[in-house]
């Protein structure tokens, strides 16, 4: 089992930047895979961006420039920079990480951009 625990959401001003974390239990270089989902109220959950163990990242189209996707290793962490936010970005901020064919979450983190 694998807890994921984020952290970094808040509420913030459009135009306004926040970095959320996800702090692995397990080390993250043995991840296939980790990303960032969100789901806004009545929609569903999407991908932000997506990081794998070779480095590789992928980014949701209209998400590209303004988000970025990091690790550090020595903190079995992954890291979401958003800049520019914007009122359309709020809503719950999922970590997501796959360790061979196990798919975890985290319980997510709450984004609210404010007009």
């Known amino acids: 089992q694998v807890q994921l625990v984020e952290s970094g959401g808040g509420l913030v001003q459009a135009g306004g930047s926040l970095r959320l974390s996800c702090a692995a239990s397990r080390n993250i270089r043995s991840a296939v895979a980790m990303g960032w989902y969100r789901q806004a109220p009545g929609k569903q959950r999407e991908l932000v961006a997506s990081?794998?163990?070779?480095?590789?990242?992928n980014y949701a189209d209209s998400l590209k420039g303004r988000f970025t996707i990091s690790t550090d290793n020595a903190k079995n962490t992954v890291y979401l920079q958003m800049n520019s936010l914007k009122p359309e970005d709020t809503g719950v901020y999922y970590c997501?990480?796959?360790?061979?064919?196990?798919?975890?979450w985290g319980q997510g983190t709450q984004v609210t951009v404010s007009s």
């Open positions: 990081i794998t163990s070779g480095g590789n990242t």
């Open positions: 997501d990480a796959w360790y061979g064919s196990d798919h975890y």
